[in-house]
């Protein structure tokens, strides 16, 4: 089993931060559609940045699935 590098470990970890972020000014209450939608965009960069850690700068975007060992696709 492959062990993550440090640098992986603290974008994880930063990455983690802002997601907690995200999720506290979503718990806020009622928010302007404009402001759910900025939300969004937040969470697929975290997202991104997160696969991107693990996988490298060159990796597929979060979206794209993950292909297991026995072919079948994660996500």
Do not use: C, Y
């Amino acid at each position: 089993m492959a062990q993550l590098h440090s640098d992986t470990l603290a974008e994880l970890q930063r990455a983690s931060g802002d997601l907690d972020q995200v999720i506290g000014e979503m718990q806020l209450g009622t928010r302007s559609q404009a402001h759910v939608e900025t939300l969004e965009e937040q969470v697929q960069a975290i997202a991104t940045r997160m696969v991107q850690a693990v996988r490298g700068r060159n990796a597929r975007p979060s979206a794209a699935p993950i292909r297991h060992r026995d072919g079948k696709a994660w996500f």
